[in-house]
C-alpha cells in the first residue's frame, strides 16, 4: 500500500506506483489522505493515477495535529480493510509520520522512501525534520537516496541491512517530465521560450518562513524586479494563502513578476528548464535545479540536502531582505559568479531508482514469507 497527501510525495511516489504496475508479482493500493487537495490531483493527472482510497483530508488552516489525528485514525480503518502485506510512505511530511505511526501500530512493516535526511535541527525544517526522525525509528526498510543519508541513518542506529541506497526517485520524474514535449499552457508562460529576459524562478511555502520571513522574501522580489527591469520573474504561488498574503500585495503591482497558480509538474520541469536562477525554500527544487544546472539560492539557514551544496550548485542564503538582493544580483551581474553555479552535478541518482525500490521491496516481503 502506497500512502501519500501533498504533492512533492505524489510526484516521487509516482514512479515507484507505475513500477508497481508493471511488476509480476506485487500490485499497489493506491491511497491519498489528500492533506493537499489541488496540488495533488494535479500530480496524480499528470502521471495518470487514479487512487484506490481517496481520505479527502485537507481543510484550509488545517494544524499539524488535526492532520496528524486525522491520519492516524482514517489510516487504521484503511488498513484493517485492506490488510496490505507492507506499506510504503515517502519524505517527511505529516500523512508521512501519520500513516508510518498507523502501520507500525498494525505491525505492517513500514517502507520509507526517501529515508535519512537530516538538517540537525529538531526545529527546521519544521516539522519535517521531527517527522523523518520518527518514521526512521519504526520503518523496517528504509531507501536512502544517498550515502549521505544512509551514514544519517546509521547514526541514528538504524541497522546497516535495513537500508539500501537507491538514488531519489525525484530523477526517475524529472527524466520523464522533461523528456516529454510540452507546450506551456499557462498564457502567462507561453512567450518564455522567445523572451530573451532572464528568469528568476521564485516558489516558497515552509511553514518556519510564514510570516516575517515572508515578507522579507516579497520585499527582496519588488527590489530585484525594480532593480532590474529586463528581469522577468516568475512566482507559482503555493495554495496555502498564508504565502500568498505575505508575498501578493508587495509584487501585484509590477509587471516583470508574473503570480500564476500552481504549475503541473510537466510544465514545471520546463519551467525550470527555461529559468535562469532559482530562489526558493522547496525541498524537491533543490535536487531537481541542480540536475538541470541551475543555480539554487536555498531559502533557508539549513538543508537536508547537502550534496548539491558540496558541489556549489546550491547555496544556502536564509531569508534576510539585503542577503537575497545581494545573492541574486551577483549572479545577474557576475557572468563568472554565475558559470560557477550553473554546473549540473546529479548527486541524487540516475533515474532507475523506482525500479530498484520495487527490488528492495521484493526482497523484504519474500524474507517475510508474505
Ligand atoms: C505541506 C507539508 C510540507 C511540504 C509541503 C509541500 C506538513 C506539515 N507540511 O506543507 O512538509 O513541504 O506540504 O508543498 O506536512 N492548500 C490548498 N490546496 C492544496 C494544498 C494546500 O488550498 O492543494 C492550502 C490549504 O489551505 C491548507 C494549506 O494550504 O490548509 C496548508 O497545507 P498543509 O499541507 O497543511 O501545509 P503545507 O505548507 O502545504
Ligand atoms: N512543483 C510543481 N509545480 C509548481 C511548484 C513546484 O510541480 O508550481 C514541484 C517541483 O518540481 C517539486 C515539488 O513540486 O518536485 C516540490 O514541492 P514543494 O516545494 O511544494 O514541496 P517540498 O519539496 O519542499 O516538500
Redesign the pocket.
Known amino acids: 500500500m502506497v500512502i501519500y497527501g501533498?504533492?512533492?510525495e505524489a510526484?516521487k511516489v509516482a514512479p515507484v506506483i507505475k513500477a508497481l504496475e508493471e511488476d509480476e508479482t506485487l500490485s499497489p493500493i493506491v491511497v491519498v489522505t489528500a492533506q493537499h487537495r489541488e496540488?495533488l490531483d494535479?500530480?496524480n493527472e499528470v502521471f495518470q493515477i487514479v487512487p484506490d482510497v481517496d481520505l479527502n483530508l485537507m481543510a484550509h488552516g488545517q494544524t499539524l495535529n488535526e492532520i496528524a489525528g486525522n491520519v492516524i485514525m482514517r489510516i487504521d480503518a484503511v488498513l484493517d480493510e485492506h490488510m496490505p502485506d507492507a506499506v510504503l510512505v515517502q519524505?517527511d511530511?505529516t500523512t508521512v509520520m501519520g500513516a508510518a505511526i498507523a502501520a507500525f501500530n498494525r505491525e505492517i512493516p513500514v517502507v520509507h522512501l526517501e529515508a535519512g535526511l537530516r538538517s540537525g535541527d529538531i526545529d527546521s525544517p519544521f516539522p519535517e525534520e521531527a517527522n523523518r526522525k520518527i518514521v526512521s525509528q519504526i520503518a523496517r526498510m528504509h531507501l536512502a537516496p544517498t550515502r549521505v543519508s544512509r551514514s544519517n541513518l546509521l547514526a541514528d542506529g538504524v541497522p546497516d541491512e535495513n537500508i539500501h541506497v537507491i538514488g531519489n526517485t525525484?530523477i526517475d520524474?524529472l527524466h520523464w517530465a522533461v523528456a516529454r514535449a510540452v507546450e506551456f499552457t499557462v498564457p502567462e508562460l507561453k512567450r518564455l521560450s522567445i523572451d530573451d529576459r532572464r528568469v528568476l524562478l521564485v516558489?516558497t511555502?515552509?511553514r518556519e518562513n510564514l510570516g516575517e520571513n515572508m515578507i522579507n522574501i516579497g520585499r527582496a522580489m519588488r527590489e530585484l524586479a525594480t532593480r532590474y527591469p529586463d528581469l522577468l520573474i516568475v512566482w507559482?504561488a503555493?495554495k496555502n494563502p498564508k504565502v500568498r498574503a505575505s508575498i501578493e500585495p508587495q509584487i501585484v503591482d509590477l509587471n516583470n513578476v508574473i503570480s500564476i497558480e500552481?504549475?503541473?509538474?510537466g510544465e514545471?520541469?520546463h519551467l525550470?528548464a527555461n529559468s535562469d536562477i532559482i530562489l526558493?525554500?522547496?525541498?524537491?527544487?533543490q535536487e531537481?535545479g541542480p540536475s538541470l544546472g541551475k543555480p539554487v539560492l536555498v531559502l533557508r539557514e539549513n538543508t537536508e540536502r547537502p550534496e548539491a551544496v558540496d558541489a556549489g550548485t546550491v547555496k544556502l542564503i536564509g531569508t534576510a531582505t539585503d542577503r537575497i538582493i545581494t545573492e541574486v544580483a551577483r549572479l545577474l551581474d557576475d557572468r563568472a559568479a554565475y558559470s560557477a553555479m550553473a554546473n549540473a552535478v546529479n548527486p541524487y541518482g540516475d533515474g532507475h531508482s523506482a525500479r530498484r525500490s520495487v527490488d528492495a521491496l521484493t526482497q523484504l516481503l519474500s524474507s517475510e514469507g508474505r
Do not use: K, L, N, W
Open positions: 501533498t504533492r512533492p510526484i496540488m494535479q500530480v519524505g511530511t525525484v520524474a516558489t511555502h515552509r507559482p503555493h500552481p504549475v503541473e509538474y514545471f520541469s525550470i526558493t525554500d522547496s525541498g524537491g527544487i531537481e
